[in-house]
C-alpha cells in the first residue's frame, strides 16, 4: 500500500525564521516519484517541486530546499527565512511507478502560516 | 502554455440537484485524473481515464459518474447532491504514453457548494 504522511498539521513561524516541513511516505515500488505541491488560500495546487526515487540529490531553488533519504523514507522540505507570502497549505504526494495511469497520493497537509 | 482548464470556477446548487464539471486537459494528455477535496481535507482521488477508457477508480460515490470525451475532455457527473459534496474538485492531465513521467498538471479546480 501507499502512504504519505504530514505529521505537522499546523506550523506557526514568525517571519524570517527557517521552517521545515516534514514528509514520510510508504510504497513496496521500486520506482516511484514525491512530489511537494503549496495550496494558498486562493485554493490552487502549485506545483513546487518532483523528485524521482532513484535521484537522492538534494535540491536548492531559492528559498526552498528539500532532502530526500530513501533510508528513511523521508522527503523533507525547508524553507528558508520565510515570508508572509509563505502562508499556505503544502502537501506532499508520491505518485508510484515511472508511468502508467498510477494516481497521485497526498499526504494531510501541513498548515503553515508565517506571522509579520 | 496551456493548462488544464476547469469550468464552472463555482458553482451553487440546491440538495438533490445535479451538477457536471468540465475539464479540458493539457493539449496532446491523454490521462485525466478528478480529485475532490473537502474542507481542510487532503484531495481525495476520485476517477481516472486514459485514453478515453477509465483506468483506475477511487472513493467516487456511486451517484457521481464520469467519462472522457473523443476530444479528451471529461466531464464529472454528480446528481442527487448532497451536502457533504461541498467541495473543491480538482481535475488534473498526465502524458503517460512513451518514455513520460506521467507528472500530473492540476487545473485550478471548481467549487462547488451545496445548500
Known amino acids: 500500500a501507499q502512504k504519505v504522511t504530514q505529521a505537522q498539521t499546523e506550523i506557526s513561524v514568525v517571519e524570517k525564521e527557517d521552517v521545515t516541513l516534514d514528509c514520510v511516505y510508504e510504497?513496496?515500488?521500486?520506482?516511484?516519484?514525491l512530489f511537494w505541491y503549496k495550496q494558498p488560500p486562493s485554493g490552487e495546487l502549485v506545483f513546487l517541486i518532483r523528485?524521482?526515487?532513484?535521484?537522492?540529490q538534494n535540491e536548492i531553488s531559492g528559498r526552498y530546499s528539500w532532502n530526500f533519504q530513501k533510508s528513511t523514507s523521508s522527503f523533507n522540505f525547508t524553507i528558508t527565512a520565510s515570508q508572509v507570502v509563505d502562508s499556505a497549505v503544502y502537501f506532499c504526494?508520491?505518485?508510484?511507478?515511472?508511468?502508467?495511469?498510477?494516481?497521485?497520493?497526498f499526504g494531510a497537509g501541513t498548515r503553515l502560516a508565517v506571522h509579520p | 502554455a496551456a493548462g488544464v482548464i476547469q469550468s464552472p470556477r463555482h458553482l451553487i446548487k440546491e440538495k438533490r440537484e445535479t451538477a457536471t464539471l468540465k475539464c479540458y486537459p493539457i493539449p496532446r494528455h491523454d490521462t485525466v485524473y478528478w480529485y475532490q477535496q473537502g474542507p481542510g481535507q487532503d484531495p481525495q482521488f476520485l476517477i481516472s481515464f486514459y485514453e478515453k477508457m477509465q483506468s483506475d477508480k477511487g472513493s467516487i460515490p456511486d451517484r457521481f459518474s464520469a467519462q472522457q470525451f473523443s476530444d479528451y475532455h471529461s466531464e464529472l457527473n454528480m446528481s442527487s447532491l448532497e451536502l457533504g459534496d461541498s467541495a473543491l474538485y480538482f481535475c488534473a492531465s498526465s502524458l503517460v504514453t512513451g518514455h513520460n513521467t506521467g507528472e500530473l498538471f492540476f487545473g485550478e479546480g471548481s467549487r462547488l457548494t451545496v445548500l
Open positions: 504526494a508520491l505518485k508510484s511507478d515511472s508511468r502508467g495511469y498510477n494516481k497521485l497520493i
Open positions: 510504497t513496496r515500488d521500486t520506482t516511484y516519484y
Open positions: 523528485r524521482n526515487s532513484f535521484d537522492e
